[in-house]
């Protein structure tokens, strides 16, 4: 079983483009206020995931360098993504401020998605099945696959 784990690489998804999309800004920890309003007040990794479908349409979320683990429990296989948000990775914890695409080094400070759900370092059966589900309703109703991060 591979270890599960995903690295954003300036990974753009449906990029944000209208006037009503917000940048916010994601680090392991958070820092100052953690509203995401920059670097200084980067939301912690754990409520952004834990407020994935409060976000609007088309918003782009910066993660700073760092390993993040998705907070798994209950059976909970993976995060599904509803919406169409913008995700870049790359971003040296020494910027400050706000930050745009290209400030992203993520050969040198790469930002890491981890099914390591226990930490232990090796894959076993309590890790994820799947880091990140990106799903969209379809003309009828249904829920489809869009795709799918192992």
């Known amino acids: 079983m591979k270890f599960k784990t995903f690295t954003l690489l300036c990974l753009g ?4 483009t209208t006037s009503n999309a917000a940048d916010y800004y994601v680090s392991v920890n958070g820092n100052g206020t ?10 912690d990794f754990e409520t952004w ?7 609007k349409n ?6 700073q360098e760092g390993e993040y683990f998705f907070p798994f429990n209950n059976g909970q296989t ?8 913008a995700l870049y990775g790359g971003f040296a914890k020494t910027l400050t401020g706000t930050s745009s695409i290209s400030d ?9 998605f981890s099914g390591d759900v226990d930490r232990s370092g090796t894959p076993n059966k ?5 880091l990140l589900s990106f799903k969209a309703n379809t003309a009828n109703g249904t829920s489809t696959n869009l795709i799918i991060i192992n």
């Open 13 to 16: 998804l449906l990029s944000a």
């Open 58 to 63: 088309q918003d782009a979320f910066y993660f």
């Open 126 to 130: 309590g890790d994820a099945k799947y």
């Open 49 to 55: 995931n834990a407020n994935i479908g409060k976000y």
């Open 78 to 85: 993976s995060q599904i993504i509803g919406m169409g948000y």
């Open 104 to 112: 992203a080094t993520p050969s040198l400070t790469p930002t890491v």
């Open 34 to 43: 953690k509203d995401g309003s920059n670097w200084e007040n980067a939301i």
